[in-house]
């Protein structure tokens, strides 16, 4: 029996004691009480007394279980513990151990199978991969360990010791479970490791675990975590970088027609020791301590500064869409922008976002706005994410730029076939294309027969360091 059951068996004993033992006890004590004070016959006293017993052992038996609806232990699907019991029960054995471990072990196609098969049999994937994961882990000789599932087709596991002692565990899980099957239902699995040599605050542990997993499957392996920079002093490190513009900006040169006049620009913050922090880290901790605005601020008048300085070269920032959403920044940008006439027609917006903003017109009265001032808007990721094609259809931009993917795989016709699809779509609304990552001279001619408008990559221009401060 896996621990999450103990753990359920347990409560429901200890609440049908709390639920026994008074009203056992009161019962003794009015046998006892009458008994030994009346030998007679009962008197009334004792009647209303039962019935007044009677009447609260009922009140008290379903207060005790309307009370009980409110703490579950584990999940009705998985029989696993669920993410609020735990992240409580991680917490305490974190601060009883010195070496604590922490798996993550996840089933990447649940929404698939939910869509093909139904709910239910995704339900009883959940089942039978929980099932499957207790079962591997007790063959390894390790025993009440905590398993919970998160979200989705997220499952956190913890163990006892250094995440060393169980990494090639867990590589041989990966291993095993490529041909995992539920009945005839294919399941895709993946998992990531971390340990409290990385952190001992628990909301720092489950981060890296997903980033971990991001990592894992870009690469194609199971790594162990490399991080440098102490996650409990990365959020202070972004904040003090922040405000005193401690961050290192690095630029990459776009070809039109052969010729270099557009610079993307890239932007690392620094750490008062000089380590660097890359964007995958401090992007979401700026999201989450609403910051993002006064990055972007940031970055935009270090880059007007720039363009001041430079007569002929365009810069291409990348700006939070969510920004474009705030009128603080709407109305310090504009304003910034409009103060410097020499860089009317010198700065390109490039937006990224996942999820789509309906309110199409409001983001084209903004964006109208900023390319009324002479800024160039460009969507990103075209092809990639579904928003950037309704993005393509729905806004007034400037730019579209494919998803490295199709770079990637251009030498396929059917990807060759799609960016000539989108290329044709984006030139008959009179917006240009923007191809990145070009690595070789072969990829390069693709791209030219294409007629694509703006090529980027290592082949044609490497990324070069073009501002530090704060040294």
Known sequence: MLLPQTKEREYRF???????????????????????????????AFYIE???LIAFSIYFIFYIIYNSFDIRITESVTKTFTREYLFGYLRREIKKNDDYTLLLISIDNLHDINDRYGIKNGDRVLKDIARWIGKYLQAKELENFPMGHIKGGDFVIGLRGKSIKHFTMLE??????????VDDIEVKISASITDTLYSRRLDFLIENLFEQQLANKEQKLLKEN????????????????LKNRHFVMMTQDIYENEKSNIKECFVKLKTPDKKIIHQKTY??????????????????????????????????????????????????ARELISLNKKIKNKIIFLLNESHYYSQTTRYNTTLKSFRDLGVKIAVDRLGAIHT???????????????????????KDEKYRSTIDGFSLMARERGIKTWVKMIETQEVNEIVKELKIDYTQGIYLAPMIKKYESGK
């Open 50 to 52: 039962s019935i007044l």
């Open 226 to 241: 490399t991080q440098e920079i102490d996650p409990n002093k990365v959020e202070s490190f972004v904040v003090n970088a």
């Open 14 to 44: 200890r609440l049908a004691l709390r639920m026994g033992l008074p009203i056992f006890a009161m019962v003794i004590l009015l046998f006892t009480t009458t008994f030994l004070t009346n030998d007679e016959s009962l008197n009334t």
């Open 283 to 332: 992007m979401k901790i700026l999201d989450k301590l609403g910051l993002m605005a006064s990055f972007d601020l940031m970055i935009l008048e270090e880059n007007i500064s720039r363009c001041e300085e430079s007569s002929d070269d365009i810069f291409a920032l990348n700006i939070s869409p969510t920004s474009l959403r705030n009128p603080k920044f709407i109305y310090k």
């Open 388 to 410: 950037s094609f309704l993005y393509l259809r729905d806004l007034d931009i400037d730019i579209v730029r494919f998803d490295s993917f199709y770079t990637k795989e251009i």
């Open 172 to 181: 041989l899980f990966c291993l095993k479970s490529d041909d995992f099957k």
